[in-house]
């Protein structure tokens, strides 16, 4: 039976072949691969950590595995179209504050959402402790990846990409030596099927809450989007294949994705106010507890009641406030692109500067599942 291929985190398997056909089992096949390279390579930065921090570096010692990624990622494939690319992440600063809002209320709840896909995030307890931290490496890594001449080899975000796919195979590898992954339920831990899950929410989903706050994205701007992503994401080890080519295929695949992964659980529901009620602890008195309320209400406008429930996140009271931008952005005069990408760099400048507030951001494994696991050896 067909069923029994795949995890049982799967749902609507029928359905879903029936829709979505080749598409639909290529992506159930990918929830049990992984990153071979990325996985080799992180195996040898654990008997040598030197190297991680010499990425950049020729020099003829470094080990051959954690040489073999790197050039690998050093041959930009021929599908990669370098001006689309360098162009694409201009949207992401003209946004400014709507892309932040939509990183923080949109994109990384969604991911959250997903119940099996989640895990390693529960586990590692990532996002519940020194949330304003996490938060600012992420916005690092995607502000970094949006900037043009960034991501090619070499360069900042390439470097950037490089060392969150060894802090992803290295939790694997952490994982893999405890005994709390269920994989006949969950897949492999950080499989491809989660990995281009990923991307989406960087990607479509991301296009997608820019336009719910007025954003005005034209449909082959959301295509060279997309496109940066698609190569984004092969940096980071995603399966070529598996990625969309255009926003067209993005949003397809996030159907069949939603689809499938069944509703939140208890660790979305504790991951997404980790995230909401962050506030709190930076920001006193009413000025911390409005903004609390704010994020709840960005979130349940941008992802919906449904969902919003789902989760227990609050709102209700000034939910008025996505469809209200959404209304300034197509009637209000708007500064020239020039201008609006000029304050977008120094938006997510500030939120990064903000976030990590004096310390490094190291993208560096978890500690707290190095803990565990040693403790459960």
Known sequence: MARDRWPTRVKR??????????LAERMFDALWTMDPLGDAAAEALAREPRWMGR??????????AVRAL????????????????????????RA?????????????IAGYCAPAGNKP????????AKVSHRLAET????????????????????????RVRLMHAHVRRLIHQGDQWHAEDWGAPINQHDMVSTSLLFSIVFLDGIRDLGVRVRDDEADDFVHLW??????????PDLLPADAHAARRLARLIARTQGPPDDDSRALTHALLESPRATIQGRPGELQVAIGHAFCRGLLGDEIADQLHVDGRRLRWVVPALRTAGRFLPRPSNARLEAAGHRYWQEAIEQGRAGQPLEFRPPERLVRLLAGAA
Request: net charge negative.
């Open 13 to 22: 398997v029928e359905d879903s072949l029936r829709l979505d056909g080749p």
């Open 121 to 128: 995030l529960a586990l590692t307890g990532q996002l519940r």
């Open 139 to 162: 916005s690092k890594y995607v502000a970094s990846s949006c900037t043009a001449g960034a991501l090619w080899p070499g360069h900042e975000a390439w470097l950037l990409t490089l």
């Open 55 to 64: 990425l950049a570096s020729n020099d003829p010692a470094m080990p051959q």
């Open 230 to 239: 698609r190569y984004a994401s092969w940096i980071m080890g995603c399966d």
């Open 96 to 108: 400014g504050a709507a892309g932040g809002i939509v990183l923080g209320a949109k994109s990384l």
């Open 70 to 93: 790197l050039d690998a990622a050093r041959e930009v494939p021929e599908w990669v179209d370098r001006a689309r690319v360098d162009r694409a992440g201009a949207l992401l600063f």
